[in-house]
Every structure is written in structure tokens, then in C-alpha cells.
């Protein structure tokens, strides 16, 4: 009977931890210093995506040209996570999307899970969220707390 408990725990613990070691840690994820050089070295079946901009316009015109417009990269390492990098002539990692599918800690160390959360308890993890602004000529609305962590949600 001892034996049987202790197999249960010990097969609790392992799944546990490996749940945990499986939730994407944004914090570790070092913008500007990562690169597409390094995705592809960690990553050889990363993939090109068509990435969709919140500052997109009706005519084409893109509201940030900071960034290598419409085009974005995945991960099977970083499940619902979108890289994009600066302008075409740098080769570094300037900003990432968050879609649907990711799940783990966000930058400051609160757990979401996207697939399943709601607007409110998403808003409920933040003290300072309490102000929606327009996303230039887009169907997006915005939400931001101290300009650190930004929030965009797309109207239907």
C-alpha cells in the first residue's frame, strides 16, 4: 500500500513539473537580443507566416515601419507565439504576438492561458487597466498598464 502511494505521488510530481517545464516564461525571452539566426538554430522547421497588423489600413499603409510589416515567424518551442523582427535590413527579434495558443507567464510572472480566459479576468490581473483607446484605423481596441504590458483585443 506504501509502495502504491508513493508510485502515485512520485508520478504526480513528474507530471507536475513537466506541465510546468512545458508554460512558455516570456520574461526569458530577450527582445533585441534574440535573433532569427538563433530561432532557426533552435528551431530548424520554423516557418514564415503571414502575420496580420493591428496598424494595417483599408489602403496598405502601416502605421509603425519599425518593424518587417505582415510577415512573422512560429515556433514549435513557443506554442502561440508570433517573433517579428525590425525592418528587413536587421536580423533581430523587435517584437511578438501573442495568439489564442499561448499559455504561460507573461512578461511580469502572471500565468494566462488565452485559449480560455476572459477579457475581465484578464483585467482583473492588473490594478491599473482601465482605460480603452482606439488602434489607429483598425478594428482593435487597446489597454495598457504604464506602457510596460499592452493588451489589444480585435472587435467583431
Known amino acids: 500500500m506504501k509502495k502504491g502511494l508513493l508510485i502515485l505521488a512520485l508520478l504526480f510530481s513528474l ?3 513537466s506541465q510546468q517545464k512545458n508554460d512558455i516564461k516570456l520574461s526569458e525571452i530577450k527582445l533585441c537580443e534574440l535573433t ?11 516557418k ?9 489600413c483599408s489602403d496598405g499603409f502601416v502605421q509603425d515601419g519599425r518593424f518587417e510589416n505582415r510577415i512573422g ?3 514549435k518551442l513557443y506554442p502561440g507565439v508570433i517573433f517579428q523582427k525590425y525592418r ?3 536580423n ?6 501573442l495568439t489564442k495558443d499561448f499559455k504561460g507567464y ?3 510572472g502572471k500565468y494566462v492561458d488565452l485559449k480560455n480566459i476572459k477579457a475581465g479576468e484578464l483585467i482583473a490581473k492588473y490594478d491599473s487597466l482601465d482605460i480603452w483607446t482606439s488602434r489607429g484605423c483598425t478594428d482593435y481596441l487597446g489597454i495598457n498598464r504604464n506602457k510596460e504590458i499592452y493588451l489589444y483585443v480585435k472587435l467583431n
Not at 532569427?36 to 520554423?46: A, G, I, M, W, Y
Not at 514564415?48 to 494595417?56: G, K, P, V
Open 73 to 75: 515567424y512560429t515556433s
Open 92 to 97: 533581430s527579434i523587435g517584437k511578438i504576438h
Open 106 to 108: 507573461l512578461p511580469d
Open 15 to 17: 507530471k507536475s513539473i
Open 88 to 90: 528587413k535590413d536587421l
Open 48 to 56: 514564415q507566416i503571414n502575420l496580420e497588423e493591428m496598424d494595417l
Open 36 to 46: 532569427l539566426d538563433n530561432l532557426k538554430q533552435n528551431d530548424v522547421e520554423l
